[in-house]
């Protein structure tokens, strides 16, 4: 699976510039400079879960603006 | 008043966790217990000076008759101080109402919380917050009322998750979902007198609810720019059937702009209903509704809500931020409805 190979930790091109530029190149694909804003600068910044019970639902949360996510290892006793 | 309470006791061993025993019965959401001593069941009848046998609600569709004594003991479990119980009562009998038909969204994968709205003068004498951080944690009030009610669903009415509660996800609000209406500052009518209630009784209104989804507009200084957004928002989230209800919970700086345009609640309403429709073609091209495009789609509309007046608009949460909230409810309008009951102090 492509996001596991990756690694949600590996958010690719890190400066803001360079992020906008991969971008361009894929969620706006097509449409003008300037003409979308996406939800998120790159496709790994949305962190994929599977998680739940039986049924046709699934969720998304947003994040709050000024934030990045954090991922920390669990030392066992 | 026949006083004899009824529930099986249990006699817990010296060196024995109070707690971690009621953890061990299955009786706990999750978080530690209030363990249920007879003395604070007592205490929490005393305060609404009913027997312990009384019937507060019958939920049809489990057979199961919720009596004051359960209701009692699930509000001691989660930590209701006894003058909450009048409230739990109330929203008891709510979910006990045949509109709001408990047997869909207590247990439909759809994982609806229930979300108590309270009104009237109990909200300042309980300290209900209707302010700040108000779907947050900080005040016991909306904490342990709203978690009295799930213990009730859980513990006497079988809800449990994997069993007779089968949310696929559930959310955070199926702990507790309790807000008040600001209804100091609010320049608009309570929500319970819009719904027949006078000002000076309290109410609480529990309506079946997925979360609080927040959205934001620090741009506009007229209703019609700040609802814009709202009603951008909330489109997308409509389903093919129709919900049976929305709440609207506009705060502090959104409150003051479109009271400051001259709109009240109805106007709100009816600007969001009217802008919220989606077309078939809309629900067809994003895979909410089956089958392919059909001449005519694009005109055919379908409204968010029935009527404008499933709209509950509900002035509550900070003084301070550009944010306000809308609160899609559970299923279709014949699937479960909100109710106001009356809290008798």
Known sequence: MELEARGVNDHGPTSGEARLAALAGTAAAGRPP??????????????VVVAGGPGKHSAFVPTFGATRSVTVRVEAP | MASTLASKRHHVEDGTDPIEFCFEQGWSDGLPVVPPTEAR?????????VAPDHQVAYIEHRAVAVTAEK????????????EYMPVVVAAVKGIGDPRWNYHGPGTSTGGAGVLLIVNGPIRRTLDVNCGDNLFGPGWRANLTIGRALRLVMRNVCGSRPGTLDRGTLGHPGRLSYVIGENEEESPWPPLHVERGFRPEQSTVTVMAAEGPRQFYNQLSNTPEGVLTTLADDMRISGSVMGQPNYAVVLAGEHMRTIAGGGWGKKEVRQFLWERTHNSHAHLRRTHRMAGALQPGDEERLRPLVESPDDILVVAAGGRAGTFSAYIPGWGSKRSSQAVTVAIDA
Request: charged content about 15%; glycine content about 6%.
């Open chain 2, 71 to 82: 209701v009692a003991v699930n509000a001691v479990m989660a930590g209701c101080r006894p």
């Open chain 1, 34 to 47: 300037g003409d979308t804003v996406a939800i998120a600068l790159a496709p790994e910044d949305l962190m």
């Open chain 2, 41 to 49: 069941v007592r205490a929490m009848l005393q305060a609404v000076r």
